[in-house]
Nanobody, 119 residues
């Protein structure tokens, strides 16, 4: 069973930075097609923030405009996914979810971490 645990959200002032982390496990022996982050702003639909495909290719949401960077690492047989967010704006406020998409199994999601950008 795939498990994802996000951390790193919080309250930050406009122009500030946050680094979100997502530790995921339970994917051994599976073919991961993509991993990434979505966000859901209050009253809006969930939208893609950033993703990594199996070849290392990255995709960013149109709103990112060079401010976010997705990356991943392996530590002690656990995979970690990160989203470095710089120059945050009030409109970046929302719940950020990490996901793992596995071939023939679909996507698994974390519980979400709240990001609030306000002065």
């Amino acid at each position: 069973q795939v498990q994802l645990v996000e951390s790193g959200g919080g309250l930050v002032q406009p122009g500030g930075s946050l680094r979100l982390s997502c530790a995921y496990s339970g994917t051994s022996g599976s073919t991961i097609t993509s991993v990434g982050w979505y966000r859901q702003a209050p009253g809006k639909q969930r939208e893609l923030a950033a993703s990594l495909d199996r070849n290392g290719g990255t995709t960013y949401g149109d709103f990112v405009k060079g401010r976010f960077t997705i990356s991943r690492s392996r530590e002690n047989n656990k995979m970690n996914l990160y989203l470095q967010m710089n120059d945050l704006k009030p409109e970046d406020t929302g719940v950020y979810y990490c996901y793992v998409n596995i071939w023939r199994q679909g996507s698994s999601w974390g519980q979400g971490t709240q990001v609030s950008v306000s002065s």
